[in-house]
């Protein structure tokens, strides 16, 4: 019986060393910094996504795809449409509503928003609205 509860004893030591060294591992990993990772700062940009109307904080931009120039001149129009921002893209966060700004309906996850790109000669950027994914299809 003595046998016994000597390697009962070594077992419940091995498992209590493998808990603790676990424990050790995950509470010093979370106090590493790195200091190679840019920090963004948590301070609202004042950009407002098109499509749901959320804040932009710094470093947070707006999904979309820019097309070929439609006319060559000096103010170049490009093909474009938006996705969404990180907040209603890939995935829409809890209580965010994609609206479209033309025809005030519901713009479905999968949808986008088409837009005109123009290109000013000092570099300028202006982009018109001209429907979502649902009202340019009609």
């Known amino acids: 019986m003595s046998n ?12 209590f060393f493998i808990f603790a060294y676990s424990l050790y591992i995950k509470f010093t990993r979370n106090k590493v910094v790195r200091k190679d990772i840019p920090t963004v700062a948590a301070t609202p940009s004042g950009v407002l996504c098109p499509l ?19 006319k060559e001149g000096v ?4 093909r ?8 209603c893209h890939p995935y829409c966060q809890d209580g965010i509503k994609r609206i479209c700004p033309v025809c005030h309906k519901k713009v479905p996850c999968d949808g986008h928003l088409v837009a005109r790109l123009f290109t000013h000669a000092k570099g300028k950027r202006h982009v018109r609205i001209t429907g979502c994914s649902e009202c340019t299809h009609k």
């Open 52 to 70: 749901c109307k959320s804040n932009l904080l710094k470093g947070e931009n707006l999904f979309s795809r820019v097309f070929r120039p439609v």
């Open 80 to 87: 474009c449409i938006i996705l969404g921002c990180p907040h």
């Open 75 to 78: 103010e170049s129009e490009q």
């Open 4 to 15: 016994f509860t000597i390697i009962v004893g070594i077992i419940l030591a091995i498992l």
